[in-house]
Structure formats: C-alpha cells, structure tokens
C-alpha cells in the first residue's frame, strides 16, 4: 500500500531531465501452485524536455513496465514458473507556435514482450507492437469584445489483430487518462453489471475506456472570454468517437462508437478556486446500438429497458467546484 519508488529531476535553461525507478504494485506471496501470476510490478522511465522558445518546445520519452511471473505453476508454454511481461512505451511530442496559433504533436510506439496468458487461447509470448498519435491544433484570436479560441483534435491508437499471429497489435498504455468528451471522458471508467452509470458496462467495459488504445477520435469546438468579464470563459465542444479496429462482441462490423456535443462555462473565481457549469449529450452510435439490439434479442424484449432500436442518448447537468492547493 505504499508508494515505493525514487524520481530524479536535473534542468539548465534548454533542457530538463526526469527519471523514475519504482514499485506499481507488490506481492509477498510470489507465484504459487494454481495461481493465476504474481502481482509484481515494476516501473522505470525517462522523460526529456528541450524547452525551446516561445516558438516552440519538445521532447521524448521510454517508460519501462515490468510484471513478474507471468502464468501459473505447470504452464509449459511460458515455463514452469512462468516469464516476465516487458512492455516499452517510446515516444517523441513537440508543439510549434506561430503568432496566435499552435500546433501539437505527439506519437507513442510499443515495444517489448507480451507473455499474459492470453483468455482468447492465443500464444503467450506475443510482442507488442501498437502505436498512437494525437495532434491538436487552435488559435487564440483576440476580437475586441472577446477573446476566441477555435480548436481541433485527432488522436488514434492501434487495435488488435489477430490472436494468433505472435503480435499484439493494440497500443498499450501504462497509465492512460485519455478522456474525450464530458460525458465519455467522465464515465470512461467501466463498472460491473448492467444498469450502471458507465458507458463502459456493456460487453464488459468494451465502449468506454481512459486510453486511445483501438480509438479514433476527433474533436473540434470553439471558446470565448468576453473582455468585459474576464474570469468567464464558455465554449462549445462536438467528438465523434470510434474503434480503430472492430474487437467489441455483437456490433455487426460497425466502428462508431457514438458522437458527443457539450457545452462548458467556466468562473475563474481566483487562481485556485473555480466554478464549471456543463451542459453535454452523447448520441450511441452503430456499434452500441448493434451491441444493444443483440443483448436485448438474446434475453427478450425489454430487457434494462432496451428496445430493438438501440440505446437512448445520454444527457448530462454537471457542477464541477475546483478548489488547487
């Protein structure tokens, strides 16, 4: 229950520099006889920065995720008391300005063995091959009565291939918390059972996820600070939401996960205290409700309130209080 782990920090005027050695999770018990794996985690990464100017700034970094003992006692495919999975996160991100406007990058690639036994009877020593990318671009435009900001963003993350082929192919994160949309982004996490607030209780978690892993998604929107009242800022955000690659059970080949419009306002009250009022609905799309409509059809009518012509959009009011200390 304890964080075990050590961070170095070293930066001059052009360039910082950060490592980390660490513990993600620990087990005494180690591998026993019938157990699934132990549950030895370990971390280890290095972040640079070039701090550029104020036309533009960069960086790379590897993260190293170590998980010892990997399958039970007796799974002669991995070994008697099984392999360690290596998964390598390298990536590079860099943001360019030019008077008002900015662009940003960033690209992820895996690397590493893969050694999880596998639930869908697939090999046991895969490699990790899966690659993400965001780039997100705007301009801060200023128009006497207002400040506007116009904005997009894309990102995609890699699905899985083939089980059975020796690769896994879907990006793999060790920390994500990509989250999209108010709705989507808010929900992301997946809950147990049907009737949960989650977008992610269906087909086991499956929709809804905090990494890009198997995701394209894009997003544009506007903001707005009126120069008579500085500490408001309110803005319209559109996202449309799909997997990268069809893995979800029962959606019949469709990819579109579903499309989502919100509107946020935001009262800057000081530095460290501020008020967001948001205002979102989230439209499923082909892929949900083909997932729905095959549920429904399997349990009969009716069932979690479901008809046979898919899911309901979600609505959203929320009040957020953000108080930094």
Request: hydrophobic share 40%; charged share 15%; no cysteine.
């Amino acid at each position: 229950t304890a964080l075990d782990a050590a961070r170095v920090d070293w930066s001059n005027d052009q360039v910082g520099v950060t490592g980390i050695v660490g513990k993600i999770t620990g087990s005494a018990l180690g591998v026993q006889a019938g157990a699934a794996s132990a549950t030895n985690v370990d971390i280890h990464g290095i972040a640079a920065t070039l701090k550029g100017n104020e036309m533009w700034n960069g960086g790379a970094y590897v993260w190293r995720q170590v998980t010892h003992n990997q399958g039970a006692v007796g799974n002669t495919d991995i070994g008697v008391l099984g392999k360690n999975d290596f998964l390598y996160v390298l990536g590079v991100k860099g943001k360019v300005m030019a008077g008002p406007a900015w662009v940003a990058l960033e690209v992820a690639k895996n690397f590493g063995e893969n050694r999880a036994r596998q639930a869908d009877g697939g090999p046991s020593g895969r490699s990790y091959t899966g690659y993400a990318a965001k780039l997100d671009l705007g301009a801060k435009l200023e128009m006497g009565v207002a400040a506007v900001t116009p904005w997009a963003h894309a990102g995609i993350g890699s699905g899985g291939g083939s089980a059975h082929d020796g690769k896994n192919r879907a990006f793999t994160a060790i920390s994500p918390d990509y989250r999209p949309g108010a709705i989507y982004g808010r929900f992301a996490v997946a809950t147990a059972g049907a009737n949960t607030a989650s977008l992610g209780a269906r087909a086991g978690g499956t929709f809804a996820s905090t990494s890009l892993s198997n995701r394209t998604v894009y997003g544009f929107g506007v903001k707005a600070n009126p120069a008579a009242v500085n500490k408001l800022t309110t803005g319209l955000a559109f996202w449309h939401l799909n997997f990268t690659t069809e893995t979800a059970p029962n959606i019949e080949g469709k990819k579109h996960i579903g499309s989502e419009i919100d509107w946020e306002t935001t009262w800057a009250h000081s530095e460290n205290v501020s008020m967001t009022v948001t205002l979102g609905q989230f439209l499923p799309g082909g892929a949900i409700n083909a997932n729905v409509q095959s549920n429904t059809a399997a349990a009969g009518p009716g069932i979690n309130g479901a008809s046979q012509r898919g899911s309901n959009p979600a609505k959203m009011a929320a009040f957020d209080l953000r108080v930094k200390f």
